[in-house]
C-alpha cells in the first residue's frame, strides 16, 4: 500500500495541479509526503528480499503484472528522489508563465522516477522511466535558458537513442530464457540467471546492449556530451532533477538487472568499462578544469563523478557496489545542492561566466556556505555521504585481483580513479574561488541573499549527505542483503 | 564514565563548532567564549587522561563489511597519544585565548572560532585515531579547517589563492596517502593499526611493494607536513591569521605529518629504501627552507621557512629511524615556533599590520615582554644550550652522525643557517632605530596577547631537560655520542651569530642579495609552468576535442547525417502520381520475384 | 477453336493497354478506365483457366469462377468510391489533370 501511495502522490498531484489546484502549495504538499512515507518505509523494511510487494495482474499470457517492491538498493534510489524532489519543487522560483505546467512536470519526472525505481516488473521499469522524458524536453525547452531549444531536442533525441538500444536490450534479456521461466517479473528473471538458464553467448550480447543503452542514459564517455549543455540550459529544478535522479535510473539498471543477471557478460565486457569509466574520470575531468562557465563545469562534473560509480559497479564484490549504491544517493543530493544555488547565482547576476563573478559570498553568505558544502561534499570530503562512498568504491575495486607482486588492472584503474580525487578538487575550488571568493566586481554590491525559507531544503540536503557521512553503516546495513544473494552465487 | 572522557575530548570541539554555526552565529562575543571554552576544558580533560588513563574506550562501527572491510571508530591511547593529545590541547587553549585578542575586532569573528574549533576537532581525531581509514577522514578534515582559516579574509584575492594552493597541495599528498593505505590493505587485510603491526610479516616478503606502500603513505606525510616538494603552500599559507600560523602551520597541522610517520613507524622502518628517501627528502627540505629564509622580508614568512627548515629536521630524524627523537623536536619546537609566531603577532598588531621586517626596529624597547619571549624562543630554535631546543636538535644530530655523514654535515649547515637568519630578524626587528612611522609608535600588546607569549616562554626553555625527554618520550640515553655533536653543533650556532651580526647591525636595509634564495628557487614559477604544460593544456585539448570532435564531430555528424539522407530521399517525392504507380508496380514486380525465385 | 493459350494471350494485351493507360494518360477518369480495363482483363485469364484446366474427376476448378465474382464485386464497390473522390478532387482543383495535383512534391 505504501508504495502505491510513494509512486502515485506525485503522479496525482500533477494531474491535480493540471487542473487547477493551487500549483506551489499542492507540488510542496504532495512532495512532503512522499518524502515522509519513503522515510517511514525505511524504518519499516524488512531484511531479506522484497518488502511491500504489491501486484495487479495485468496480462496472464505475456506474465505481466504490475508489481512494486522495495529492498535495500531501490528503497535508497527512491528516498534519494523524495528528498531530491522536495528540494527542486522547494527551489523554485517564480515562474512567469505556465506555472501549473512547470511543476506538472517537475511531479511527473519524480513519479517516472519512483515508479521506475519501485517496479520489480520489466516492462513497467522501462515504462516509468520513458513517462519522465517528456517533462524534461519541456522543462528545457520552454524554460529553460541560453540557447534551450537546441538542447532540449538534442537531450530529448540522444536519450530517447539510448533508451531505444537498452529496448533492444531488454527484449532480448527476455527472449533469451527458455520459454517456460519467461517472465517480466525482475525476480524471476532472476531466479532463471541464477539456476544458469542464459546462455553465456546471449550475455555477452545482451550485456554490451544494456551497457550502451544505459550508459548513454548514464553519460558514460564517449556518450556523454548531451549532459553539459542540456543543465546548462535547464531551469535549476529541473537540472536537480535529472543530474540528482533521473541519471541515476542507468546506474540502477545496471545495479538491478546487468550486473546480477548476466554474471557472464560482465565479466566478457569489464575491460571495456573500465577504460570508458576512466574515460569519464580522467578525461571529463580534465575538460572540466578548462570550462569557463559554472554551469558548464557542473553539468561535465556530474558527469566526471559518473565514472567513480561505474568504478563500483565493474569492481565486482560486495564492497564496490555498495559504494556505488551509496554514490548514487551522495551524488544526487550533492549535485542537487550545487545546481540549485548556481541557479540562484544566475537568477541574481544573469551570467554563470566565472570571470564575471567573485567575492560574492560577502553579500550572499549564505549561498557561500551552501555551495561550499555541496562542492566540498562533492570532491569527497570526508564527513559527507560521498566521502563514505568513495571509500568502499575505491577499496573494493583495487581488492579485486590484489596481489603484491604488482599492479593489475583493476589496482591501475583505481590509481588513475583516485587522480581523479586531485582533478575534481581543482576544478571545484578554483570555481569557488571564482565565484564566492576574492574581490567583488562593482555590480554586485547590491545583490541579495537566498530567501530566508530556503534554508530548510538547504538544510535536508546537506543533514542527508553529513548523516551517510557520519553513519555510513545505515545504508551499508540495508544494501547487503540486496547484494549478498547474487555475490554468493558467483 | 572515564572511557567516554577522551571521545568527549574529541568531540567537544565539534561541538562547539556546530553549536557556532548554528546557534551563536550572530553573537561573535558568545561564539568566542564557546570556543575557548571547550578549548580549555579539553586541555583539562587531556590532562586528566594522562593522569589516570582510562583502560578502554568506546569503539564504533563506521563501515562493516567483513570479510572485506572493517573501518570502526576507535581511539588509541598509548603514550605517544597522550603525550600529543596535552600538547595539542595546551598550545591550542593558549591560541584561542590570544586570539580573543587579536580578532577582536574581526568582522568574521563566529566564523573564525568556529572553524578554529572544527580544527581541534579533526587535528584530534588524526592523534586519537586508531586505523588509517579513520586517520585519513582526520587529516582531510584538517586540510578542510586549514583551507577555512587561511581564507579567513576570502575577500583578498591572495588569501583566496593561498587556501585554494593549501587544499590542493594536500590533496596531492593525500593521493598518494590513499593508495598507499590501499596496498597495505589490500595485503594484510586490515585497516587497524595494531592488526596490521602483527601482519607485517605478510609483507615483508615483498620488499618491492612494502617500500613503494610506505614511501606512498609518507606522500602524504610530504603534504601534510610541507616537505619537498610539496612545501609550496606553506609560506602562502601565511596569509591566515598569525594565530592561525602559529597554531597550525607551527605547532599542530604540520606535525601531523610527523605524528602519523612515528604512528605507523612499524611500517616504515621495515624498508630500508623508504628510509633512506624520506631522511634524504628530510634534509634537502631541512637545507633549501633554511637558505630561502635567508633572504625573506617578511617576518611570517621568515618564521614559515623556518618551520619548513625544522619539520625538515623532524622528517630526517624519521628517516633516520628514530622516531623517538623526532617526537622530541616536534614537541619542543612547537613551543618555541608557537611563542615566535604568537611575538610576531603581537609585533604586527601593535604596528597596524605592517609585517615587513626593513620598517621595524627598535623595538627591544617598546614591546619590552614580546622582545623578551621572542628572544627566548630564537634561542630555542638556533638551538642554544640550555634551551629545549638545543636538546632536541642535538638528538637529531648525533642520530645524523651515526648513521649518514651526508645528512649529518647538511644538517650541521642548517643549523647554522637557522641562527644567521633567526639573529638577522632579531637584529633588524628589535634593534637599531625604528625604520617606519609605525615602529616609531609601536607599544606592547596587551596582556590577553602577552600572557599566552609569557606561558610558551616556560617550556619553550624547559621542554628540552633530560627530565621530560627521559620520561615522556623515550629518547635514549646516547651515552656514547660523546661531546663532538654538541660541540660541532654549537659552534655552527656561534658562526651562524656571528656572521649574522657582522653583516646586520644598524643596518638599514639588507646588504646581501641573492635572487635565487629570495625568489624561493624558483619553484613557485617551474610548478605554475608545469601544471601550464600538463593539467592545463591537456584540458585545453580535451575540451577542443569533447566540443569539436565528440559532439560536433560525432554527435552532430549523426544527426547531420540524418538529415543528409532525409534531403536526399526527398526527392523521390515527385509530387506525379503515376510515377509512383509507376515505382508501385516495380516494388510488386520485384517482390513476386524474391518470393517465388528467391 | 481458340485454345488456352490465345485467351490468355488477349487477356496479356487487354492488361498491357490498361497499364499503359494508367501510366500514360493525363485524364484521371481516363486512368480509371485503364484501371478497370486491367482487371477485367485478369478476370478473363482466370475464366479461361478455369475452362480449359478439367480436374482428374471431369469437372474445371470452379475456384477461380467464384474468385472472378469477388474481383468485380470490389470492382465495383472502388469504383463508387473512387469516382466519388474524383469528383471531390475535381470540385477542390477544377481540373481533372493528372499532372496538377502535386502539393505533396518535394
Known amino acids: 500500500m505504501i508504495l502505491l501511495f510513494i509512486v502515485f502522490c506525485p503522479l496525482l ?33 524488512e531484511g531479506d528480499g522484497f518488502s511491500f510487494v504489491t501486484s495487479l495482474p495485468i496480462s496472464a499470457e505475456w506474465r505481466l503484472n504490475f508489481t512494486l517492491g522495495l529492498d535495500g538498493l531501490s528503497l535508497v534510489m527512491v528516498l534519494l528522489t523524495a528528498i531530491v524532489t522536495l528540494a527542486a519543487v522547494w527551489f523554485t522560483g517564480k515562474i512567469s508563465r505556465h506555472e501549473h505546467a512547470f511543476y506538472a512536470c517537475l511531479l511527473l519526472i519524480a513519479a517516472g522516477a519512483m515508479g521506475a525505481f519501485a517496479s520489480l516488473d520489466l516492462f513497467f521499469f522501462y515504462a516509468f522511466h520513458e513517462l519522465a522524458l517528456i517533462p524534461t524536453f519541456l522543462l528545457i525547452g520552454i524554460w529553460g535558458s541560453g540557447n534551450r531549444s537546441a538542447a532540449a531536442w538534442k537531450i530529448t533525441i540522444y536519450l530517447a537513442t539510448g533508451s531505444f538500444i537498452l529496448l533492444l536490450g531488454l527484449i532480448m534479456l527476455y527472449r533469451s530464457v ?267 554590491a547590491t545583490l541579495s541573499d537566498l530567501r530566508a525559507r530556503l534554508r530548510l531544503p538547504i538544510g535536508m540536503l546537506i543533514a542527508a549527505l553529513l548523516w551517510i557521512g557520519f553513519f555510513p553503516q545505515t545504508f551499508v546495513r540495508v544494501l547487503t542483503p540486496a547484494f549478498r544473494t547474487y555475490f554468493s552465487v558467483k | 564514565m572515564s572511557s567516554l572522557l577522551p571521545w568527549s575530548v574529541l568531540l567537544l570541539p565539534l561541538i562547539s563548532a556546530a553549536g557556532i554555526v548554528l546557534i551563536t552565529r550572530r553573537w561573535p562575543a558568545i561564539s568566542a567564549f564557546v570556543s575557548v571554552g571547550s578549548a580549555v576544558i579539553g586541555f583539562a580533560c587531556s590532562c586528566a587522561i594522562f593522569v589516570s588513563p582510562p583502560a578502554a574506550t568506546a569503539e564504533f562501527t563506521w563501515i562493516d563489511l567483513r570479510p572485506l572491510l572493517y573501518v570502526p571508530l576507535g581511539l588509541i591511547l598509548d603514550d605517544l597519544s597522550k603525550m600529543m593529545l596535552l600538547l595539542v590541547t595546551g598550545v591550542g587553549a593558549l591560541i584561542h585565548i590570544y586570539s580573543l585578542g587579536y580578532m577582536r575586532d574581526d568582522a568574521g569573528k563566529s566564523r573564525y572560532f568556529a572553524s578554529l574549533s572544527l580544527f581541534m576537532f579533526s587535528m584530534l581525531g588524526i592523534v586519537l585515531a586508531n586505523n588509517f581509514v579513520m586517520m585519513f577522514i582526520f587529516w582531510e578534515l584538517v586540510g578542510l579547517s586549514s583551507y577555512l582559516l587561511i581564507g579567513h579574509w576570502f575577500e583578498r584575492d591572495s588569501a583566496a589563492e593561498a587556501a585554494k594552493k593549501a587544499f590542493l597541495t594536500n590533496r596531492i599528498g593525500d593521493f598518494g596517502f590513499m593508495l598507499g593505505i590501499l596496498m597495505i590493505w589490500a595485503s594484510t587485510g586490515s585497516v587497524l593499526f595494531q592488526e596490521v603491526a602483527s601482519q607485517m610479516g605478510r609483507i615483508t616478503a615483498h620488499p618491492g611493494y612494502l617500500s613503494v606502500a610506505a614511501l606512498l603513505i609518507f606522500c602524504g606525510a610530504v603534504g601534510k607536513s610541507a616537505q619537498f616538494p610539496l612545501h609550496v603552500w606553506l609560506p602562502d599559507a601565511m596569509e591566515g591569521p598569525t594565530p592561525i600560523s602559529a597554531l597550525i602551520h607551527a605547532a599542530t597541522m604540520v606535525a601531523a605529518g610527523v605524528y602519523m610517520l612515528v604512528r605507523v613507524a612499524f611500517l616504515v622502518q621495515a624498508s630500508p629504501q623508504a628510509l633512506t628517501v624520506i631522511a634524504w627528502i628530510g634534509t634537502i627540505t631541512a637545507v633549501m627552507a633554511g637558505l630561502i629564509a635567508t633572504q625573506q622580508n617578511d617576518i611570517k614568512r621568515i618564521l614559515a621557512y623556518s618551520t619548513l627548515s625544522q619539520l625538515g629536521y623532524m622528517v630526517m630524524a624519521v628517516g633516520l629511524a628514530s622516531g623517538e627523537a623526532a617526537m622530541f623536536h616536534l614537541f619542543t619546537h612547537a613551543f618555541f615556533k608557537a611563542l615566535l609566531f604568537l611575538g610576531a603577532g603581537a609585533i604586527i598588531v601593535m604596528l597596524h599590520h605592517e609585517q615587513n621586517i626593513w620598517k621595524m626596529g627598535g623595538l627591544a624597547r617598546k614591546l619590552r615582554v614580546t622582545f623578551f619571549t621572542f628572544l627566548i624562543g630564537t634561542l630555542a630554535l638556533i638551538g642554544c644550550p640550555p634551551f629545549s631546543g638545543f636538546f632536541s636538535k642535538d638528538a637529531i644530530l648525533a642520530l645524523a652522525f651515526e648513521k649518514n655523514t651526508a645528512i649529518f654535515a647538511l644538517a650541521l649547515f642548517t643549523a647554522f643557517l637557522t641562527a644567521f637568519y633567526m639573529l638577522r630578524l632579531v637584529l633588524v626587528v628589535f634593534f637599531g632605530k625604528p625604520r617606519s612611522e609605525n615602529a616609531e609608535h609601536g607599544k606592547e600588546a596587551p596582556f590577553v596577547m602577552t600572557g599566552p607569549l609569557l606561558v610558551l616562554a616556560v617550556p619553550a626553555f624547559l621542554a628540552g631537560f633530560g627530565f621530560f625527554a627521559r620520561t615522556f618520550l623515550h629518547v635514549p640515553h646516547a651515552e656514547g655520542a660523546g661531546h663532538l655533536v654538541p660541540i660541532l653543533a654549537t659552534g655552527a650556532m656561534l658562526v651562524g651569530v656571528a656572521l649574522a651580526v657582522l653583516l646586520y647591525r644598524k643596518r638599514e636595509s639588507d646588504p646581501i642579495d641573492f635572487a635565487i634564495f629570495r625568489r624561493r628557487f624558483y619553484l613557485d614559477e617551474f610548478y605554475a609552468w608545469l601544471i601550464g604544460i ?16 565528440i559532439d560536433a564531430g560525432g554527435v552532430g555528424g549523426a544527426s547531420g547525417a540524418t538529415w543528409g539522407v532525409g534531403s536526399l530521399l526527398r526527392f523521390l517525392q515527385v509530387g506525379n502520381l503515376q510515377a509512383y504507380a509507376f515505382l508501385f508496380g516495380l516494388g510488386i514486380v520485384g517482390l513476386i520475384y524474391f518470393t517465388v525465385f528467391g | 477453336m481458340a485454345n488456352l493459350g490465345d485467351y490468355l494471350l488477349v487477356s496479356g494485351l487487354l492488361f498491357t493497354i490498361g497499364f499503359a493507360g494508367v501510366m500514360l494518360r493525363r485524364n484521371i477518369i481516363i486512368i480509371f478506365m485503364s484501371l478497370e480495363l486491367m482487371l477485367n482483363a485478369a478476370n478473363l485469364s482466370l475464366v479461361a483457366f478455369s475452362r480449359y484446366r478439367v480436374g482428374t474427376d471431369g469437372f474445371p476448378n470452379y475456384n477461380a469462377q467464384v474468385f472472378v465474382f469477388f474481383i468485380i464485386t470490389v470492382a465495383a464497390a472502388e469504383v463508387a468510391v473512387g469516382l466519388a473522390i474524383i469528383v471531390a478532387l475535381y470540385r477542390a482543383r477544377q481540373t481533372t489533370h493528372v499532372e496538377d495535383i502535386s502539393s505533396l512534391k518535394f
Do not use: C
Open chain 1, 13 to 45: 498531484a500533477a494531474m491535480l495541479i493540471l487542473a487547477g489546484a493551487p500549483a506551489r502549495k499542492t507540488a510542496l504538499w504532495a512532495s512532503g509526503l512522499t518524502l515522509l512515507a519513503t522515510i517511514v518505509a525505511f524504518v519499516e523494511l
Open chain 1, 178 to 444: 527458455p520459454e517456460a521461466a519467461r517472465s517480466f517479473d525482475l525476480r524471476l528473471l532472476q531466479n532463471a540467471a541464477d539456476t544458469g538458464q542464459i546462455p553465456a553467448d546471449a550475455q555477452r550480447h545482451i550485456y554490451l546492449l544494456l551497457l550502451l543503452g544505459f550508459g548513454i542514459l548514464i553519460s558514460l564517455f564517449p556518450f556523454h556530451t548531451w549532459a553539459p549543455q542540456a543543465y546548462a540550459s535547464a531551469p535549476a529544478p529541473a537540472a536537480m532533477l535529472h543530474a540528482g535522479v533521473l541519471k541515476k535510473f542507468g546506474l540502477y539498471g545496471l545495479l538491478r538487472i546487468a550486473l546480477p543477471m548476466l554474471p557472464e557478460g560482465t565479466r566478457h565486457w569489464a575491460w571495456l568499462l573500465i577504460i570508458l569509466l576512466l574515460g569519464n574520470i580522467i578525461y571529463v575531468g580534465l575538460v572540466t578544469i578548462a570550462q569557463k562557465r559554472l554551469d558548464w563545469m557542473l553539468g561535465y562534473s556530474s558527469v566526471m563523478h559518473m565514472g567513480y560509480i561505474f568504478l563500483g559497479i565493474a569492481s565486482g564484490n560486495i564492497l564496490g557496489t555498495n559504494g556505488a549504491a551509496i554514490l548514487i544517493f551522495a551524488h544526487g543530493l550533492s549535485i542537487a545542492l550545487l545546481f540549485a544555488i548556481a541557479g540562484e547565482v544566475r537568477e541574481r547576476t544573469g551570467s554563470l561566466l566565472l570571470q564575471d563573478l567573485g567575492g560574492l559570498a560577502k553579500v550572499m553568505p549564505m549561498a557561500g556556505l551552501a555551495f561550499g558544502l555541496g562542492a566540498f561534499a562533492s570532491i569527497g570530503l570526508p564527513g559527507f555521504a560521498n566521502f563514505s562512498a568513495e571509500v568502499m568504491v575505491f577499496f573494493g575495486a583495487f581488492h579485486n585481483g590484489a596481489d603484491m607482486k604488482g599492479f593489475h588492472i583493476y589496482q591501475v584503474a583505481t590509481l588513475l580513479a583516485l587522480w581523479g580525487v586531485v582533478i575534481s578538487a581543482v576544478y571545484m575550488l578554483r570555481a569557488y574561488r571564482a565565484t564566492f571568493m576574492g574581490s567583488m566586481p562593482e555590480q554586485w
Open chain 2, 534 to 549: 600538463t593539467q592545463e593544456l591537456l584540458a585545453k585539448i580535451a575540451a577542443f576535442f569533447d566540443r569539436w570532435i
